[in-house]
């Protein structure tokens, strides 16, 4: 007797990750992606088209299809609004990072899952590139002896859209970026960033953006280690990805680097105008999405938390603070 399909819904393409969501749910044998929902019609009736699934212009509709699961991928001001009207609705539910755009909105988002009993887990699937895992996995094991510093990168390119509105996008390059890396180092050495102190450009990269485009971001863990990170959509539309990850770890037995997209061959083409990196190796989207339809399957724990996308948000609202101010900024900040 088979297994029966773990239902998938999709909540708004605002995000562009949803694309590769959608294409990734494919992938998974047994599962079924049983419609897509979203504010803006016309995005969504193109999306539902491109993915060949139902559309529906009603949240409610498409929750009464019982799917097992929930992906998220609206604007990020917009996620607690879905997230509060899923819970309870569906046992599982994927959000887009950031989790929100301030702590209480993140806080609103853990209440209401905690409520109803919803697992909820943050898309944050760098975790799943294989060299970060390797990275994980020695650094777990020791061999490198004391670690002294990171050094760290996430530049992209500008993402244009909602992501340069401040109401929607809840800040620029700074809030779009850190919380990748930051989510890293929290997984690695299980601990919390306790000072911050960042200077921020507007519109630095891109003449009249009217949105953070760089940042630079120090800080310090709560284990005692140092760190640095480079975040930036300092990429050009010539680019050949959307951007990268890069860490570098100092320690007592010797220097580690860490590429998450190296996995690729570099290639030139006429017939797509410039070059470009086609990836050779497993996809960290592919890994996010197994293990969100793995979590439903076992019904386990989240992997990811909403306490995970809480604290990575932190770090970068208090570089937001750093950068106004001028002056470091203890963590934990306060939640109102």
């Not at 990020?76 to 929100?100: D, W």
């Not at 061999?143 to 859209?161: E, F």
């Not at 000072?195 to 940042?215: F, M, Q, R």
Request: glycine share 8%; proline share 4%; charged share 20%.
């Amino acid at each position: 007797m088979s297994e029966q399909p773990v239902k998938i819904g999709l909540l708004s393409f605002a995000h562009g990750h949803a694309h590769s969501y959608a294409t990734c749910l494919k992938k998974v044998p047994g599962v079924e992606i049983v419609g897509i929902y979203d504010d803006n019609v016309a995005r969504g009736e193109e999306a539902a088209q491109q993915h060949n699934v139902a559309f529906f212009a009603a949240a409610d509709a498409l929750l009464d299809q019982t799917p097992d699961g929930i992906i998220i991928c609206a604007e990020n001001a917009n996620h607690r609004l879905l997230v509060e009207k899923v819970a309870g609705r569906t046992r599982y539910i994927l959000c887009e990072k950031p989790i929100a755009t301030t702590l209480a909105d993140a806080q609103a988002i853990i209440d209401a899952c905690a409520a109803t009993h919803t697992k909820l887990q943050i898309a944050f699937p760098v975790r799943f590139a294989p060299p970060v895992q390797w990275l994980k996995e020695t650094l777990d094991a020791g061999s490198l002896g004391r670690i002294l510093a990171v050094q760290t990168t996430n530049h992209g390119s500008m993402p244009g859209g909602w992501f340069v509105n401040q109401t929607l996008a809840g800040g620029g390059a700074v809030i779009d970026h850190t919380v990748h890396v930051i989510d890293l180092l929290r997984w690695f050495w299980r601990t919390e960033v306790s000072e911050v102190y960042a200077e921020i450009g507007e519109s630095l990269l891109h003449p009249n953006l009217g949105i953070d485009d760089a940042g630079l971001l120090s800080f310090k863990l709560a284990n005692g280690v140092y760190g640095t990170l480079d975040t930036s959509w300092s990429r050009p539309a010539s680019y050949t990805t959307w951007g990268d990850v890069k860490i570098e770890v100092t320690a007592e037995q010797g220097v580690v680097f860490v590429d998450a997209f190296k996995q690729n061959l570099t290639v030139s083409s006429d017939g797509i105008g410039k070059t470009r990196w086609q990836n050779w190796g497993s996809s960290m989207d592919q890994g996010l999405i197994n293990d969100f339809i793995d979590m439903i399957r076992t019904e386990r724990t989240p992997s990811i938390t909403g306490e995970d996308g809480l604290r990575a948000l932190e770090v970068a609202l208090a570089a937001y603070q750093s950068a106004k101010s001028g002056q470091v900024v203890q963590l934990p900040l306060e939640k109102a």
